[in-house]
């Protein structure tokens, strides 16, 4: 899959960011339809789980500093795609690579950015100009 520009959030940190995480997605594509071996996957995920979290972590800072209403669903789907990555892991450990594994992959990652980070966004950029909203503190 590659990125197009009507994924982008307007926040550059976030975009730069979806922007990696869809590389992974097609890197991980690949590796299972190329039937890659399981070790060359797991470094792979195990990477890609650490790009996640942290950007989950930026994503819930921008959250808190703009008061979004919908932090704490947004921050529970969050965590349950942590969740899948080390189900995700644990399968791929047991050499379970199949083509079942990708549209859960895609689902969680790709599907999050355009039904929950755009709105999230929508939210942040229409209220930046209104200092009111920032929560300094
Ligand atoms: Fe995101
Ligand atoms: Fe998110």
Do not use: C
């Amino acid at each position: 899959m590659i990125w197009k520009d009507e994924y982008a959030l307007g926040i550059q940190e976030i975009d730069t960011q979806h922007e990696s995480l869809i590389e992974f997605i097609t890197e991980f594509e690949k590796a299972v339809e190329g039937r890659a071996h399981w070790n060359s996957v797991q470094p792979l995920i195990a990477r890609a789980r650490e790009s996640v979290k942290s950007h989950f972590a930026v994503e819930e800072s921008l959250m808190q500093i703009v008061d979004y209403p919908e932090f704490a669903a947004h921050r529970a789907e969050h965590r349950h795609i942590v969740e899948q990555f080390a189900v995700l892991e644990q399968r791929v450990l047991r050499q379970e690579m199949n083509g079942e594994l990708l549209p859960s992959v895609h689902a969680w990652l790709f599907r999050h950015t355009i039904d929950s980070d755009q709105p999230f966004a929508r939210y942040a950029i229409g209220n930046r100009g209104d200092p009111g909203r920032i929560d300094t503190e």
